[in-house]
């Protein structure tokens, strides 16, 4: 098969990579020209055979939605746009609204496997019609791990269902994660625990925790064994977010990503408003001493080196 790759980054140069070794035919388009087969979008559509099937790996939110736009207008009927990226779930539905005026179909498909994927393969999770499935089935197949197509790619649902269910899987990924750090600051703080790393490797076969990321935190461990000089700021890429946003709206509980995701929020504040609140209310009321803000980082200063030599 086919297929216009837009967005040749780490993920999209990797899918490239893949389809290429499954014999697929791809045509890279991607603003830097040292990484693009083609001059530009216009280009990249008159290199493709009719109809034309054109995967969008671009950045979410406007970058996407700019490609879609510009891909309405140079398309034609019965060719096929699918949006591998991180797009909201709820873009979607504009997505497919402008193209299908032009009769052009249309796919979310969440994308899991990271830099991994090359040689591991992808998890695919994708939305919309039969119809337009069955045509990119084949790049589907080259992507997913190899084994049972249904462990490695879903057809989740109507548009937006692909895009949604990797939002949710994102949000367990942050509680996951958030587990598998609090279980090693635990381990750390604890004297009779000489070997930290050795502890989570043991975890990794046998036990009910067991996972690729516990694996990946393995490889960290032995990288790093004591995380030293690894800053505790830790960005977000939107999913959490809307994954809660979507509990509060459909009334479901879910403390664990919430809470997790509020600890990544937590992590970029050098002093936190919420807890100089506290420390000032526990003076008040209790006439307990309110530290300055460098006495807090001199004792965060000791707290850091302490915990450097329990690791």
């Known amino acids: 098969m086919q297929l216009g790759l837009i967005g040749l980054g780490k993920m999209g140069a990797n899918m490239r990579a893949r389809l290429q070794r499954a014999g697929h035919q791809v045509i890279g388009y991607d603003r830097d020209p040292e990484l693009s087969d083609v001059a530009d979008l216009p280009a990249l559509v008159t290199e493709l055979t009719v109809p034309r099937s054109v995967w969008v790996m671009v950045p979410s939110g406007a970058p996407t939605r700019d490609t879609v736009a510009q891909l309405a207008d140079l398309l034609e009927r019965d060719d096929l746009v699918i949006d591998g990226g991180n797009s909201r779930f709820s873009d979607d539905l504009e997505h497919a609204k402008v193209l299908s005026a032009k009769g ?51 057809h989740a649902g109507d548009i937006g269902a692909g895009h949604y269910a990797k939002m949710v899987h994102n949000g367990i990924e942050y509680g996951l994660m958030a587990a598998y750090a609090e279980g090693y600051e635990l381990l750390t703080k604890k004297d009779i625990v000489k070997d930290v790393p050795g502890v989570f490797t043991a975890w990794s076969r046998g036990t009910v925790v067991r996972s690729w990321l516990l694996e990946l935190m393995v490889d960290a461990l032995a990288e790093n064994p004591t995380l030293a000089g ?82």
Request: with cysteine.
């Open 230 to 311: 690894v800053s505790d700021y830790t960005s977000d890429s939107g999913e959490g977010r809307w994954t809660v946003e979507e509990a509060i709206a459909n009334a479901v509980p879910m403390p664990v990503i919430t809470s997790a995701l509020f600890a990544r929020f937590s992590s970029r504040q050098d002093i936190s408003r919420q807890m100089q609140a506290v420390a000032a209310l526990r003076g008040q009321f209790g006439g307990h001493h309110v530290m300055s803000v460098e006495e807090g980082r001199r004792r965060r200063g000791e707290s850091t080196s302490q915990s450097d030599a329990a690791g």
């Open 104 to 154: 052009i179909g249309y796919l979310d498909c969440g994308v899991s496997g990271g830099i991994w994927g090359l040689d591991n393969g992808y998890g695919l999770m994708a939305g919309g019609p039969e119809k337009w499935i069955n045509r990119a089935m084949p790049i589907f197949d080259a992507l997913r791990p190899d084994g049972p197509r249904e462990q490695g790619f879903v």
